[in-house]
């Protein structure tokens, strides 16, 4: 009988992460720098937002949830009080517009301001010192904690009507793709979308988003970045968590436009 050969390879073990599209580009990052280190498992990441992710923990198609903000007592109730918490990073919603309307002298609004441009009540430029031109009000789908965050913190209630919207974006990267696309927009976005000057990253109720003022909270839109399970982790997904927590974890976060914890 002929000897085996000795050049077999362990599979990898899966570990599937999805959701949040404000946490994806941190997942994608780590996990690039996590593959390569070890050799036991496989991190595969996919989007869909925070609702999605935290929907696949639940029903055991995902082994984490990338959430941009906390579970909530609805999912608790749908799905069982099994979520578990890992705080992996900062972010801050920037509230961004086209570089036109910057440029011509819009860099700065109250929250009661970009609340009344939501609501429908302010609906051109000019209303805010900007040029004679409508405002296209870009938004996140339902689902989004971006959204979530923003109808919370600058609407007042989660579940707030936004009639001002003009077009729904179903991630961070459209929402950018509009304002960038546009000459007269204005959309909120994670940070990390928002660092590299193509939008006018609109200073809020006089401050600045930062990573200094993401972390210390004086920027209001300020949230905490999440990789949750639900139950005990499994082997895999615990160590996705312990790297991205870890000291090369948090380097990529840093590396990718987050605030590290």
Known sequence: MGAIGTSMVMAKETVRVSGSTTVLPLAEGGAEVFNGDQSDFQALITGGGTGVGMKNIAEGNSDIALASREVTSEEISNFGDKFQENLVGYDGIVIGVSKQIYDAGVTSLTKDQ???????????????????????????????????????????????????????????????????????????????????????????????????????????????LYFYTFGDASPGAQAFIDFMIGADGQKVAEEYGFVPL
């Open 114 to 224: 970009v609340k009344k441009i939501y609501s429908g009540e302010v609906t051109n430029w000019k209303e805010l010192g900007g040029p004679d031109s409508e405002i296209l009000v870009v938004a996140r789908e339902q689902g989004s904690g971006t959204r979530d965050t923003f109808n919370e913190d600058v609407m007042d209630d989660k579940k707030a009507e936004t009639p001002g919207v003009s077009t729904v974006a179903g991630s961070n990267a459209e929402v950018r793709t509009a304002i960038t696309g546009s000459n007269k927009a204005i959309g909120y976005l994670g940070f990390s979308y928002a660092e590299d000057g193509a939008i006018g990253a609109i200073t809020l109720d006089g401050v600045k988003p930062t990573a200094e003022t993401i972390k210390d909270g004086s920027y209001e839109l300020a949230r905490k």
